[in-house]
């Protein structure tokens, strides 16, 4: 094999396993793999220097395609409820299948660093079919001094085949899409699929797996520091404001979506960003729509005029998970390190389209585990095909595709990170008021960030609290600057009786999802769940 570039050549192809592969071309720059990317025709450039890819079928995850293998080490670790088995036999011949479909081609190789800490990164190298895959995962991690790649030894590795078709009978598999992950070994294996988040979702999946039991805590959230080193961690599935509340001019950005908590403090994961960008608008999110305009990110599934070369962000044609790749320091105001102190404050962001939680309530340790663990938001009508009515969404430690073991691990460790360190938590509500969607209005964005900023910047602890009476968290009744009545979701709905309708059917939805975690939870955090109490006339 005719193998280039600055790498370990104690460690090089070879030793993954390849065979007369055509070129290897090791760790090359962000240009050198743009370029090579173009001449390839693997996308097109569009007005700005961004590269405009398509991926064809799959435009998000495939999550049933994603196994882990199930052996001794993983039997009675993994959260099998949630994660689909693979045996080793099958993972074998995938592995030898992915190994020959590779011969003849090029392939495009990066060493890289999944985590800012370097007591708790993982050093992960990454096998790419295509060069845009590559300058996509090298923005997305952490490029190493150029002095650490002769040395670099990797303790996850990634092959990454698009063009391999896996067959379910050959390979145990579901479908020709696979992505197979060997913790034992430190491999994964994605084929079938041209979606690059899978990639970056295999590295979060691994860490997800490797840190709880070094006590540090692997988390699906958005995290920045104020100037006297108040640091603020903001968890939240898609459509809660994850990423907008945490990008704030005011604050130094330490990551848009995954971190560690360690006895360090917080740590990005990553050395990038991957934002969705449909109807992205650069009145509301200025950074963010300046970089799907500058040279070198990767943006999937865009469409673009193949004429005049200007995007159109509006355009949802090929999906609306249209997604824009770049490295953090695109954005002006982030952290160059990844690093900040232990935080202060918990965000966890919820968008209740049944218009009964507050726009802000305070957790204790154990509501904040139930609430961790729960990971409640809602769609609205027309964000899914099907969906016509505000729908409950439940995904455990807001991130269960990626969580290899079970919630209640991930939780207790959360809780007692927030006990060590005396973090305040709340519960925050950007989804609507004055009644359920269609019904009642978005909560003010205004208003959000003013209760945002008293929680973070200590007014908030200043505040009068009652408790409430569904839920037991402890809501604010008055905030300076904020209407009393919208601090009560009761308040603002006009039928009253609808409200308390409604708000049962909350706690139903609350306890039913809840069911399947009391076993794995102490009594304080069962006993942090919602009872539906008849509201007093």
Not at 295 to 324: A, F, H, K, Q
């Amino acid at each position: 094999m005719k193998q280039c570039g600055r790498y370990n050549t104690a460690l090089g192809a070879e030793a993954t396993g390849f065979r007369a592969v055509a070129k290897v071309h090791w760790n090359q720059t962000a240009a050198e793999l743009y370029e090579t990317a173009v001449k390839r025709g693997e996308g097109s450039i569009a007005q700005g220097g961004a590269f405009v890819v398509s991926t064809g079928q799959h435009t998000g995850r495939s999550a049933k395609d994603k196994f882990i293998v199930c052996d001794e080490t993983t039997r009675d670790e993994i959260w099998w409820d949630n994660n689909r088995p693979l045996s080793p036999e099958h993972f074998n011949q995938l592995y030898k299948d992915f190994l020959v479909y590779a011969e003849g081609k090029e392939l495009f190789v990066q060493d890289l660093y999944g985590g800012a800490d370097p007591v708790h990164r993982l050093s992960t190298r990454i096998f790419c079919e295509y060069a845009w895959h590559a300058l996509f995962i090298q923005h997305l991690l952490i490029v190493p001094p150029a002095k650490d790649l002769t040395t670099f030894q990797p303790q996850l590795t990634i092959i990454d085949l698009p063009g391999f078709r896996a067959d379910p009978e050959r390979h145990g598999v579901r479908s020709e899409t696979v992505i197979a992950i060997d913790f034992k070994r430190g491999l994964v294996l994605i084929g079938g699929t041209s979606y690059a988040g899978e990639i970056k979702k295999s590295v979060f999946t691994a860490l997800n797996y490797l840190l709880p039991p070094r006590g540090v805590m692997p988390m699906h959230c958005s995290a920045n520091v104020g100037a006297d080193g108040d640091t603020a961690i903001f968890f939240g599935l898609s459509g809660t404001g994850k990423t907008t509340l945490s990008a704030d001019s005011s604050r130094t950005l330490i990551g848009d979506d995954e971190h560690g908590w360690s006895e360090n403090g917080i740590f990005n994961f990553e050395g990038g960003c991957y934002a969705k960008v449909i109807r992205l608008s650069p009145e509301a999110e200025p950074e963010i729509y300046a970089t799907t305009r500058q040279w070198g990110t990767v943006l999937e599934n865009v469409v673009m005029d193949p004429v005049t070369r200007e995007l159109d962000l509006d355009d949802g044609s090929l999906t609306e998970n249209t997604r824009s790749a770049y490295p953090l320091h695109s954005i002006p105001n982030a952290s160059d390190t990844g690093l900040a102190p232990q935080p202060r404050n918990i965000i966890m962001l919820t968008a209740d389209a049944f218009g009964v939680l507050p726009p802000i309530a305070r957790l204790s340790p154990s509501q904040a585990m139930y609430h961790f663990i729960s990971g409640y938001t809602a769609k609205v009508a027309g964000t899914e095909k099907g969906v016509t009515e505000p729908e409950a969404t439940f995904s455990a430690c807001f991130g269960a595709p990626f969580m290899p073991r079970h919630p209640g691990e991930y939780g207790r460790l959360l809780r007692d990170l927030i006990a060590t360190h005396n973090v305040s938590c709340w519960l925050v509500n950007t989804g609507w008021t004055g009644g359920k969607y269609g019904v009642g209005q978005r909560m003010p964005i205004a208003a959000t960030r003013a209760l945002l900023n008293a929680a973070l910047d200590g007014s908030l602890d200043k505040a009068e609290f009652s408790t409430d009476p569904n839920f037991g968290f402890l809501v604010p009744t008055a905030v300076p600057g904020i209407d009393s009545k919208l601090l009560s979701p009761r308040e603002t709905w006009a039928d009253k009786q609808a409200y308390d309708v409604q708000a049962k059917a909350l706690v139903k939805m609350f306890n039913k999802n809840f069911q399947r975690f009391e076993s794995h939870v102490d009594p304080e955090v069962r006993a942090a769940a919602p009872i539906w109490k008849e509201a007093a006339e």
